[in-house]
Nanobody, 126 residues
Framework: HVQLVESGGGPVQAGDSLRLSCAAS?????????????MGWFRQATGKEREFVAG?????EYADSVKGRCTISRDKSTSTLVLQMDSLRPGDTAVYYC?????????????????WGQGTEVTVSS
């Protein structure tokens, strides 16, 4: 059983920074295997579809809307996925989800991910 638990969301002002974390645990995510799986961040704003934000696997990918403002990384020693978000905008307001897939190749497609966290809410006010 795989568990993904996000944290780090909250209310912020436009221009602020946030660091989202996703702790991965379970049989699949031993310390040695963690970097073998592609992972990603997605977000869903109220009334909108869930969308890709950033992914990491054989490389890193970013949505155009966050490119240059966000950095995805992971810590193998703690099996933690991180999304550093800078220069936040009201349009970044959403619930942010961590996801993992059982393949190494980075993906920006929701249906290619096998495991999902419960989400952490980010609210950016102007």
């Amino acid at each position: 059983h795989v568990q993904l638990v996000e944290s780090g969301g909250g209310p912020v002002q436009a221009g602020d920074s946030l660091r989202l974390s996703c702790a991965a645990s379970g049989r699949t995510f031993s310390g040695r295997a963690f970097n073998s799986y592609a992972m990603g961040w997605f977000r869903q704003a109220t009334g909108k579809e869930r969308e890709f934000v950033a992914g990491i696997g054989n490389g890193t990918e970013y949505a155009d809307s966050v490119k240059g403002r966000c950095t995805i990384s992971r810590d193998k020693s703690t099996s933690t996925l991180v999304l550093q978000m800078d220069s936040l905008r009201p349009g970044d307001t959403a619930v942010y989800y961590c996801a993992a897939r059982q393949w190494y190749w980075t993906s920006r497609f929701l249906h290619e991910y096998d495991y999902w966290g419960q989400g952490t809410e980010v609210t950016v006010s102007s």
